[in-house]
């Protein structure tokens, strides 16, 4: 038996023959960072798999929208879009040293008017953040130009 393992050990040492290794180096994959210019078209169809994944996933919770849901949303922007007009008319028609805080909802709106720019500020109650704009006054028709 020794005889079998010893002629078995020398048998595929013969015919295993030199062996060669490299080193391994790291090269992208993808093609925009130095990659196989090749794999391009397969990247590119591995992508297209996933977005219509998750193009799927979005029409179907299009579909489940209802169409009171839709209405709800629409009114409710136009009903913001309506009150942020009238707030931009009160804030731009104020006179020089107006000053005035409004709040509606969970937003309190602070305006402060000099001769040289309108100071808005937007402060959300709720977390206490708070936006600030500064516009310049531009007055008439002769200011523009």
Do not use: C, W
Not at 16 to 28: E, I, K, N, R
Not at 81 to 110: C, K, M, N, R, Y
Not at 119 to 124: D, G, L, S, Y
């Amino acid at each position: 038996m020794e005889r079998l393992v010893f002629r078995a050990a020398i048998l595929g040492a013969i015919l295993s023959g030199p062996v060669h290794a490299q080193d391994l180096v790291f090269q992208f994959t993808n093609p925009s960072f130095g990659g196989n210019t090749f794999a391009s078209s397969h990247l590119l169809s591995l992508a297209d798999i996933q977005n219509q994944h998750t193009e799927k996933e979005k029409s179907a919770s299009r579909a489940t929208s209802s169409q009171s849901d839709l209405f709800v949303r629409q009114l409710q922007s136009r009903l913001l879009s309506s009150l942020s007009s009238g707030l931009s008319e009160v804030i731009t028609g104020a006179q020089p040293g107006d000053t005035d805080t409004i709040v509606i909802g969970d937003q309190q709106i602070f305006y402060e008017r000099s001769l040289e720019n309108i100071r808005v500020q937007i402060t959300n109650l709720l977390d206490g953040s708070s936006t600030e704009i500064v516009l310049p006054v531009v007055e008439g028709a002769e200011a523009i130009n």
